[in-house]
């Protein structure tokens, strides 16, 4: 993009040119193990280096193992194949370089800030004195001075997850690892932490080489990153790898910010050919993982897209209603598997049917949705078909579920029976008695 | 907040000694001279006779009440150790959770005062010529009565630590010894002092059943308020009984307002942020003590200690765990390890079996005899719990729906249940023998003095934790009284009743072992029933082994079979 702003863009003075990685990944794969021995792929072939003096931004949807790949990089889990580097030599344990910063902040509440933010340098036996002024650096250097005393219950949000920088970046890491560490606070707090982040960091006085973040939130990653790294969901790969060349500090309503931006969306929407789902009439159920979609959600944003007509931007469409693209995704995923809608570029389109939908009454929308999701969406249609088939319009969940834990873990087999069940209950294609585990026909259907 | 700012200690320094400071010394000094004055009397060596006198002088009252009170908290230091040394174990190791929880859960479901005849003769021998040995026993005994909750609890929040508290220590590579007191024993550590104060309040029950105690023809006695007891039933003296109930009283809420209500407010600090306190715990005495400068003294020198012994424990490692080893080879260890624990049990079986059919007066016909008797037993808890059910539940209900009520209430049912049943037992029998009502019907009664408690207790508790949205959900649609409780009260409260159903369970079943077989007097009362078995054959090993073991059986197969069950029931269908 805009490449005369690149000396601006590594503030830090540590780098050098031909700058060696600090960690670097190659041919990273990660599977889960299902219950019957089987593998379920989250990872797969993930090559990624992060050099000094850069920050590096994780984007993808949930499931799409962001935080398992930054697990991976930190040594909290093992890669199934493929290694993680460390300065050149393969990583045995946890990354000793790595320093983490949680989304849920992590404090210990039984310990004030300042021996919470000590805990990292008492375990590396550093002699106590030593370790008060060394804290109260970092605690001063994140904004927190004067509260060294305070329990964490006593902090707001914004606070508290200073006192987590400040943990992380008193033990100096060469780098420093982000999961979500902004998305528990409040927008205006946010706000207010990232600039003040990036102030350190542009001023070079930021006690790490470089920073690796995860998130899901696309105008982060395009506020904070040198470089956004986009991973593809079932399994995660990279999809793509975006130099972000703005000046900083940058503004959000810039055109080139909002190119930036929309071009992410159409990355993040657009299916590449690999995840193409086959003609959905013969496709089994592990071809066509459901989305993690209420109904009353899907219809909701059916009639948000028809009431916008023209104006279908997502990214504008995400601000009206105030959603995270990790809310937003499911729905559109739901949208588009039922054949309501289309997206292209970062747009979406109503289908003919999804107007239909749309501008139905309940009972009308019902039927609308019961052909959509008997003729597309195969774990639907598949339950209905083995009802249909039983002696008495009757099958017990847990037939389904060992059907489902063939192809995904224990957890996403309940999540995808639940979101059938919730879209079939809503189709009145079948019944669900949860006391009993039992997914029946309707009464007036069986008969 | 900038109030806080400073160099640490410079508030300790500048403050003034101020009265606060003066009485919590006093009574800390006080506290350390009557711990040395009545821990001297442990070592004491034996008379001839075997037999220490005991009187019922009421002059001796204090210092065996005091002497009882040392031994519940030495059991209670045990008790932690124990916890946290068994629930570590169990907790870190994959192999060594598979034997020790379902350990665990067999010792909770002894009736442990069985024991009591084994233990004795083993310290006893083990400190021969001194009060040690039946000291030793008696503090066991109550330890058991203490620890296995304890170590569940322990257990249980070892097992639901946070995930980010795990990753946090792990990629800090905090020491394994920071790890723990930094975060394993503070995640546990309100589960561990709410089990704590409701185990310690059911051990006064054995307290005073493991002070005095026959084994065969020897009679062995410990200074302690439940021998003076014993002497005062045993003499008939009611006045005396009478007093001796005066002073429980005082030390059990002694112990809960000095002792426990502090502990528990103090252990809020410990609260994980995700989990909401339900109600703010306070206490007068620890407003006091945290207004006085000794806990800040104290605790700088505490961290100096703290800091040297952490240096020392770095011995221990760090918390980065290896990498696993390869499935195939740690399938292999597991075949060798499940091949040798079973065949260690299944030759300890073998070898209890035989021991029970080759003793002399014993034999296999033993073991359905105890299941008869058993079963004698097991129709009384069945009447105590449906009793105390239904005179129980509606109480609780009423008191938990009104909570000015259930404020005052509260702590004294707690203070009930903690009460040692055992030192009614005179009052009632004595009643039994007037009115010509056998034991076997006036055991229940015994049995549920202490046991019914729990049922009233935990009511209470559940019935205050219905949301007021829900009960007025109630009134505005004029739900009527039936319909009020099927459809609200007894969802609501299920969960909380099953807890204290299975409690009152456990503890009417070691009741039994007391009062089946009841003395007052010259008179002894006998029930048909299998604690009595236990107690007339505390000599007669092979018997207690028998009868103990079908009682642990009955426990364990209706904990199985019916409390269970409830409770998923109470926790996946009835969750509020």
Redesign the interface.
């Known amino acids: 993009m805009i490449n005369d702003m690149d000396s601006q863009v590594r503030p830090s003075s540590q780098s050098a040119p031909g700058r060696r990685a600090i960690v670097s990944v190659r041919d990273l794969t990660k599977h889960f193990a299902t219950r019957d021995g089987g593998e379920l792929p989250v990872l797969e072939g993930i090559n990624l280096d992060v050099v000094p003096g850069e920050i590096v931004a994780l984007l993808g949807k949930s499931g799409s193992g962001k935080s398992t790949l930054l697990r991976c990089i930190a040594g909290l889990i093992a890669p199934s194949s493929g290694t993680v580097n460390y300065r050149g030599a393969p990583l045995r344990g946890v990354n000793p370089g790595v320093a983490l910063v949680f989304q849920t902040f992590a404090l210990l509440p039984w310990l004030t800030v300042q021996q919470n933010v000590e805990l990292g340098l008492e375990a590396q036996g550093v002699e106590p004195a030593e370790r008060a002024r060394r804290a109260l650096e970092a605690i001063d250097l994140i904004g927190l001075d004067g509260f060294e005393s305070a329990f964490p219950k006593e902090l707001s949000g914004g606070m508290r997850q200073r006192v987590g920088f400040a943990r992380a970046l008193v033990v100096n890491p060469d780098l420093l690892l982000m999961d979500e560490p902004f998305s528990a606070l409040d927008v205006l707090t946010a706000e207010n932490l990232r600039t003040e982040l990036l102030e350190l960091w542009k001023a070079g006085e930021f006690p790490a080489e470089a920073i690796l973040m995860v998130t899901h939130n696309i105008e982060e990653a395009v506020i904070f990153a040198d470089r956004v790294v986009v991973l593809g969901t079932n399994p995660g790969r990279i999809r793509t790898e975006l130099q972000i060349g703005l000046a900083r500090p940058r503004d959000r309503r810039s055109p080139e910010f909002e190119a930036l931006v929309d071009e992410i969306y159409g990355i993040m929407t657009d299916r590449p050919s690999a995840e193409t789902p086959p003609e959905a009439e013969e496709s089994g159920i592990e071809q066509v993982m459901l989305p993690h979609a209420s109904v009353d959600g899907t219809a909701g944003l059916a009639e948000l897209v028809l009431a916008a007509g023209d104006e279908n931007e997502l990214a504008d469409l995400a601000a009206v209603v105030g959603f995270e693209i990790d809310d937003l995704f499911p729905l559109i995923d739901a949208m588009t598997l039922l054949g309501f809608a289309t997206v292209e570029n970062g747009h979406i389109h109503l289908t003919e049917i999804g107007e239909q939908f749309a501008g139905a009454d309940i009972q009308r929308s019902k039927e609308i949705f019961r052909e959509a999701a008997l003729a597309r969406v195969p774990l639907v249609r598949r339950i209905h078909r083995a009802l249909e088939h039983s002696v008495d319009g009757t099958l017990r969940e847990g037939f389904f579920l060992d059907l489902l834990q063939r192809h995904y873990s224990v957890e996403e087999a309940r999540a995808q029976l639940g979101t059938a069940i919730d879209w079939g209950r809503y189709a009145e294609l079948f019944e669900y008695d949860s006391a009993r585990g039992e997914i029946s026909l309707p009464v007036h259907a069986s008969a | 907040?900038?109030a806080?700012?400073g160099l640490p200690g410079r508030a300790v320094l500048r403050r003034r000694f101020s009265p606060v400071d003066v009485v919590v010394l006093i009574a800390v000094l006080a506290a350390i001279y009557a711990v040395l004055q009545v821990g001297k009397g442990l070592t004491v060596s034996l008379s001839p006779a075997g037999v220490s006198k005991v009187s019922t002088d009421p002059s001796h009252l204090p210092y065996d009440a005091a002497r009882s009170l040392l031994r519940m908290f030495i059991a209670l230091f045990f008790s932690i150790v124990f916890t946290l040394l068994y629930g570590y174990a169990a907790a870190h190791s994959r192999r060594a959770e598979k034997v020790l929880v379902p350990i665990l859960d067999i010792l909770q479901s002894v009736p442990v005062l069985g024991f009591l005849a084994f233990t004795v003769t083993a310290f006893v021998a083990l400190f021969p010529g001194s009060e040690l040995g039946l000291e030793c026993a008696s503090i066991f005994a109550i330890f058991t009565a203490q620890a296995w909750n304890l170590t569940f609890s322990f257990y249980q929040s070892e097992k639901t630590l946070?995930r980010?508290?795990d990753?946090?220590s792990?990629?800090?590579?905090?020491?394994r010894w920071?790890r723990f007191w930094?975060?394993e024993v503070?995640n546990g550590?309100i589960g561990l002092v709410w089990n704590g104060m409701m185990s310690f309040g059911g051990s006064w029950f054995f307290l005073v059943a493991s002070e005095a105690i026959t084994v065969s023809s020897h009679k062995y006695h410990l200074p302690g308020i439940g021998s003076f007891v014993g002497a005062a039933i045993a003499k008939g003296d009611l006045g005396a009984v009478g007093l001796a109930i005066g002073v429980m009283i005082v030390m059990v809420i002694g112990v809960n307002v000095l002792f426990w209500r502090p502990l528990t407010a103090w252990s809020e600090?410990?609260?994980?942020?995700?989990t909401e306190a339900t109600e703010v715990q306070r206490s007068l005495v620890l407003n006091l003590l945290m207004r006085s400068s000794w806990p800040r003294v104290l605790g700088r020198a505490r961290l100096r200690m703290a800091?040297r012994l952490?240096?020392m424990m770095?011995i221990l490692g760090?918390d980065?765990?290896?990498?696993?080893a390869p499935v195939t080879r740690r399938r292999a260890g597991d075949i060798v390890y499940t091949a040798v624990i079973g065949a260690v049990v299944a030759y300890g079986g073998y070898r209890a079996i035989n021991y029970v059919a080759t003793a002399p007066h014993a034999g296999l016909g033993e073991i359905p005899h105890c299941f008869a008797l058993g079963a004698a037993t097991f129709a009384r808890v069945v009447v105590l719990l449906i009793g105390g059910t239904l005179i129980w539940v509606p109480i609780g209900v009423w008191i938990g729906l009104n909570p000015r009520v259930a404020r005052i209430a509260q702590p004294v049912v707690q203070v009930l249940a903690s009460f040692p049943a055992n030192f009614l037992f005179p009052f009632a029998v004595l009643a039994f023998i007037k009115l010509g009502i056998s034991l076997n019907i006036g055991g229940i009664l015994l049995m549920s003095l202490g046991a019914q408690w729990y049922i009233l207790f935990n009511t209470i508790a559940g019935a205050s934790a219905i949301p007021s949205d829900l009960r007025e959900t109630m009134d505005v649609y004029r739900v009527g009284r039936r319909q009020r409780w099927k459809r609200l009260i007894i969802p609501g409260i299920l969960s909380s009743y099953v807890t204290g159903g299975i409690t009152a369970a456990g503890g009417a079943w070691n009741a039994s072992i007391v009062a089946e077989v009841v003395q007052y007097h010259h008179t002894t009362l006998t029930a048909y029933g299998l604690g009595a078995y236990i107690v007339q054959n505390s000599g007669n090993h092979a018997r207690l082994l028998c009868g103990i073991a079908v009682m642990s059986v009955y426990v364990v197969v209706v904990n199985r079979l019916l409390w269970r069950r409830l409770y998923r029931l109470a926790e996946t269908?009835y969750s509020l």
């Open positions: 907040m900038s806080l700012r946070p980010e508290l990753e946090l792990r990629s800090l590579r905090l020491t920071q930094k975060i503070p550590a600090r410990y609260r994980y942020e995700t800091e952490a240096r770095r760090r980065d765990a290896p990498p696993p269908r």
